[in-house]
């Protein structure tokens, strides 16, 4: 079987087969570029610290060495201890925002009521505060409430920046249901739990995963307010960690040690793409044609 037989359709041009090719290569070039830093540093991460350090730097390595991440035990309370205080963070976040987010989405959506369109816009509008211009206030409410150098204070932060888009994308996601399928569910004699629990919910399934992986990676990743709103050491999360690797002793950076930090963190991501992924795009473009 030739290449024309495998790249061109009926009734197809040869133009046609040498643009799709052309495209398959960027997409190649473009894959490449993109995973190469992530190859690298998960390279990098199993080397033994000299060739961490050596000059010209090789990709692969013949010796294959742990050493870099017993050397993460060792920085502050531990690895392991920053990547718990990660995934708690991470999973509150994810509960109290598609707690919020999939109601307030569902109300917006499927309900009409006063001064509707004045909330949502005003609940958007929230979107281009810079979170860094209310720190002082955060601050302060969480001293307020007993919440300050706690991960649950952490949690409710993430979750309040994270709630306008995540409302946004519930919004889109019941939209792009048909009102008819709602409708006949109603003549069926369906009660408004059972409506949301075995019919819209299903449906809106993309949307709920896009609000997960979002919630997720911006929690996870987030440096600033953990940086900030923490002060116990054992409370810290791994890109603070990572900080900490990458500043060293006297000024000396640990390269092996930073390049496994790197590689604990992009794990989870990483995991958390290829599980939702399948849904990512139709949640995004969930309501965009009606």
Not at 190 to 212: D, E, F, Y
Not at 241 to 254: C, E, H, Q
Request: net charge positive; glycine share 6%; hydrophobic share 60%.
């Amino acid at each position: 079987m030739n290449v024309k037989n495998l790249f061109m359709e009926p009734d197809e041009g040869f133009d046609a087969v040498a643009g799709r090719l052309l495209l398959l290569l960027v997409m190649i070039v473009l894959a490449v570029f993109f995973l190469m830093p992530i190859i690298w540093s998960f390279a990098n991460s199993f080397k033994p610290a000299a060739e961490a350090l050596a000059h010209p730097v090789a990709l692969f390595s013949k010796a294959f060495s742990l050493e870099n991440y017993r050397r993460l035990e060792h920085v502050g309370a531990g690895w392991y201890v920053y990547a718990t205080n990660s995934v708690l963070i991470a999973l509150g976040t994810i509960a109290f925002t598609v707690a919020v987010a999939v109601p307030a989405g569902y109300g917006f959506s499927k309900f009409r009521f006063p001064g509707q369109t004045a909330i949502f816009v005003l609940v958007m509008a929230t979107m281009m505060i810079p979170f860094q211009s209310i720190l002082t206030p955060l601050f302060l409410i969480l001293k307020f409430l007993h919440l300050q150098n706690s991960l649950l204070g952490l949690v409710l932060i993430y979750t309040t920046f994270q709630l306008p888009f995540s409302i946004f994308m519930m919004r889109n996601a019941f939209d792009a249901i048909p009102k008819a399928l709602v409708e006949a569910a109603r003549i069926d004699g369906a009660s408004q739990w059972t409506l949301v629990r075995r019919i819209l919910m299903p449906l809106a399934l993309p949307g709920v995963a896009t609000v997960v992986m979002f919630a997720f990676l911006n929690s996870w990743n987030e440096f600033l307010a953990a940086l900030i709103f923490l002060s116990d050491q054992n409370k810290f999360t791994l890109p603070i960690m990572l900080v900490n690797v990458s500043s060293g002793i006297y000024g000396i950076i640990d390269w092996g040690a930073l390049q496994a930090g790197i590689s604990l963190t992009m794990i989870p991501c990483i995991l958390m793409f290829l599980a939702l992924q399948r849904y990512y795009v139709r949640g995004l473009t969930a309501g965009a044609v009606k």
